[in-house]
């Protein structure tokens, strides 16, 4: 396991509770509105912390932080994170995941070891335009669909997020991807904000206008939508 990113304490991050955020490198989307895209296209280049630098503090912070996110990147690249999931949790922590879904079989397996105290899944435009916006010509929907159905079994606190751009998303798509997610009870749409390290410069965020219609689209299918980032 890599990590090359470390936020030591966060309240966003983890709904409800305080927690550290750990960053993997390297990702198998090309969305072009990634934020870390020196992670995804160069993580090499980010300097890699070492393990005994994460447990130190880990252990140092323990009955202080109630968590630890797992971010990245696409953290379900990592060959060996179920080993170094089961050695954070032996510390008592929870563990959160940030994952993009496009690797179902390693998600199953991590929720089938009850490994997983929470899992945020993005879910990058409508099933039409899904390819578009993640980067990847060819992608498989069927992976998509299959860990968004092992989530909603799952029993695991979960949620769905969708990052909305001017340039990428249409009222429309957040219809689709209302209906496609119909039913439950944690959905956020998140608006796009420049880092200024974007994969595709140039992108921008939607209007209050749009994003109030992006709202109102994904209502009648999960009332409980709601915003972040405004």
């Not at 927690?19 to 090309?30: I, M, V």
């Not at 860990?147 to 249409?170: A, C, D, N």
Request: charged content about 25%; proline content about 5%.
């Amino acid at each position: 396991m890599i990590i090359r990113g470390i936020q030591k304490v966060t309240l966003l991050d983890y709904p409800g509770k305080v927690a550290c955020t750990l960053f993997t490198g390297g990702c198998n989307f090309r969305c072009p509105f990634c934020q870390n895209s020196e992670l995804v296209l160069c993580p090499k280049a980010v300097d890699e912390i070492p393990m005994s630098d994460i447990f130190a503090y880990l252990n140092k912070r323990k009955g202080l932080l109630d968590g630890v996110c797992i971010t990245g990147g696409e953290p379900l690249l990592e060959g060996d994170i179920e080993a170094f999931i089961r050695e954070v949790r032996s510390l008592g922590y929870l563990i959160k995941l940030d994952t993009n879904g496009y690797l179902p079989d390693k998600l199953e397996h991590l929720i089938s070891c009850k490994l997983l105290d929470y899992v945020a899944m993005d879910i990058k435009s409508c099933r039409e335009n899904y390819a578009l916006v993640a980067g990847l010509p060819g992608l498989d929907i069927s992976r998509i669909e299959k860990s968004i159905e092992l989530l909603k079994k799952s029993g695991i606190p979960h949620e769905f997020r969708t990052t909305v751009v001017h340039e990428l998303h249409t009222a429309e798509d957040m219809r689709k991807i209302g209906l496609w997610l119909a039913g439950e009870e944690r959905y956020y749409i998140q608006k796009f904000a420049d880092s200024g390290e974007i994969l595709c410069p140039g992108l921008s965020a939607p209007t209050d206008e749009e994003l109030a219609s992006f709202l109102e689209a994904v209502k009648p299918y999960i009332p409980s939508v709601s915003l972040r980032g405004v």
